[in-house]
């Protein structure tokens, strides 16, 4: 055991006077759904992220990622700012960008306030400790460890909710080879809670990526399909895109604990809503070359998908929204010199050629 039996509070408490919403210590242990976590890998749900299927135990096993580890701190972080403006949300014209991206990426937030977490830690126990910390960059299965912790309980679409902040959370952890006590400051009854019987994330989601409650299909999900995804967009999927063109919220902005329990960082927001970044205007991306690409998105999480993946999906998007307008901008991307984007560009000009225009 610790010889310092108030460590743990003074961790928590230390994490929130660093901005962090939410902190707890929990052993390391085996996450207890990772036979589940095989379950969906076997039947091929993990789609074009092979690296999920690498080595699946060390994702499950902490002691595998850091040996002898003893110990996490996670903590979750909120990203929610305040509600876009309909008038340029609803515009089929603008292309929609997922929430967490409207602000700088999270990562070169995150991980510098982690390091300063565990470098705080390590001088409270007076000496060297073995660690590690993630942010969605390891082999960890965050979310069950913030379930386990008592951050909140994973919901129907699959991700983790906390009854106090809804789902729109950044989780992070720190792997430790020291024990901690657990410890949460927040009452059990705080982070508990379920679903029940609502099934609204599953029936809203656009391509039904959902085979059944807690299970998600990334080669239906919109925000694989437009992240991670390098290649060609199945077709029958991309009338079904709407125009998402980095993301999705749709199974998050539906979700009853999400619009009564959502809110901004404690510490304040970090970024103010840009509706140039969270919905740009299509015919605008569609003229950027890479250096312009790359300028206007710099510092934010489009620049690890690149210019060929954004404009691909902002093709499809045009070809989603119904407007003679989009006609001009996309015959002019069909003469992009990325193949990619000019394939995607046919598909979308033929689809408004062949009655897709609507009438306003």
């Known amino acids: ?73 996670v903590v979750a972080l909120s990203y929610f700012m305040e509600e876009p403006d309909p008038s340029w949300w609803n515009d089929p014209m603008r292309g929609r960008i997922a929430r967490y ?47 386990r912790a008592g951050l909140g309980f994973i919901g129907k679409h699959t991700l983790l909710i906390a009854p106090r902040y809804g789902s729109y959370l950044l989780l992070g ?13 927040e009452p059990p009854e705080s982070s508990a809670g379920t679903c029940g019987s609502c099934r609204r994330c599953q ?10 409650p807690y299970i998600l299909d990334s080669n239906r999900c919109i925000s694989y399909l437009t992240i991670e995804h390098k290649d060609v967009i199945p077709e029958e999927l991309r009338p079904l895109m709407g125009n998402w063109i980095y993301g999705c919220d749709e199974c998050q902005s539906i979700c009853p604990w999400v619009k009564k329990f959502s809110r901004p960082p404690r510490a304040g927001a970090y970024a103010r809503l840009d509706p140039e970044i969270a919905a740009p205007p299509l015919e605008e991306l569609l003229q950027l070359d890479a250096r312009a690409f790359n300028a206007k998105f710099k510092g934010y999480p489009m620049i690890r998908s690149r210019r060929r993946r954004v404009l691909r999906n902002a093709a499809i998007a045009l070809g989603n929204s119904g407007r003679e307008e989009a006609i001009p901008m ?11 984007i000019a394939e995607h560009a046919r598909w979308a000009l033929t689809r408004l050629r062949d009655g897709a225009i609507q009438q306003r």
């Open 1 to 73: 055991m610790n010889p310092d039996p108030g460590i743990s509070a003074w961790v928590v408490e230390t994490a929130r006077s660093m901005g962090f919403d939410q902190c707890a210590v929990v052993a390391a242990r085996r996450a207890p759904r990772a036979e589940a976590y095989y379950r969906w890998l076997d039947a091929g749900y993990h789609a074009g992220m092979e690296w999920m299927a690498r080595e699946p135990e060390r994702r499950a096993d902490p002691s595998r990622v850091l040996p002898n580890a003893a110990s996490m701190v």
């Open 101 to 147: 991206a409207w602000a700088p990426d999270y990562h070169d937030r995150m991980i510098p306030m982690l390091r300063s977490l565990g470098e705080a830690i390590q001088a409270r126990c007076g000496g060297p400790l073995g660690m590690r910390w993630y942010v969605d960059t390891g082999p960890v299965l965050e979310r069950e460890h913030a379930e």
């Open 173 to 185: 952890e720190i792997l430790l080879d020291r024990f901690l006590p657990p410890y949460n400051e």
């Open 203 to 212: 029936d809203i989601c656009p391509t039904h990526a959902f085979p059944a």
């Open 330 to 340: 996309l015959e002019n991307a069909c003469r992009d010199p990325e193949p990619l």
